[in-house]
């Protein structure tokens, strides 16, 4: 399974924010759009992403507050990035390795979505079912010989 089979399905509505952005103005588009990342672009050029680990950071860092900064003070401006053509297992590495929540997906300098690693827990547990009834429906037309249990009944 790659990439470009979770956006096939995620779709691709983007939320940006660029780096000049009142911090106070991304967060609320975060809240209101209840999403957790923002991708931060600049001339049409990625960036960074915001995430709720960097606005958390920036609270606890500003005594609680979020004050004058900007989005490109807090942001993390080396995120990690996959193509459409990155196999989920490879992403799953390299978010675990990161411990990072939140993808974009680039096609060269072309930001294409953004995955965030509920979306690929998702697809590897919807890879995995479709794989248990795959299997289990093979096992119930199973031939049965004489003499031996039936694998479905087994079940």
């Not at 089979?5 to 924010?17: E, M, P, S």
């Not at 990690?80 to 992403?91: N, Q, R």
């Not at 680039?106 to 795959?134: C, H, K, P, W």
Request: hydrophobic letters at 40%.
């Amino acid at each position: 399974m790659k990439v470009s089979d979770i956006l096939r399905v995620k779709g691709g509505t983007l939320f940006t924010a660029s780096p000049d952005q009142p911090l106070a103005q991304a967060v609320s588009t975060m809240a209101e759009r209840d999403i957790g990342s923002l991708v931060v672009m600049d001339h049409g050029e990625l960036t960074g992403v915001l995430t709720f680990r960097e606005v958390i950071q920036a609270i606890v860092g500003n005594a609680g507050s979020l004050g004058t900064l900007s989005v490109g003070a807090v942001m993390d401006d080396h995120p990690l990035t996959c193509t459409p053509d990155t196999e989920i297992d490879e992403v799953r590495r390299m978010m675990l390795g990161r411990h990072a929540r939140y993808m974009p997906v680039m096609t060269e300098r072309t930001l294409m979505g953004v995955i965030s690693f509920y979306d690929v827990a998702r697809a590897v547990v919807d890879g995995q079912d479709f794989e248990n009834r795959m299997l289990k429906a093979y096992i119930r037309d199973w031939p049965v010989e004489d003499g031996q249990p039936d694998p479905a009944q087994l079940l």
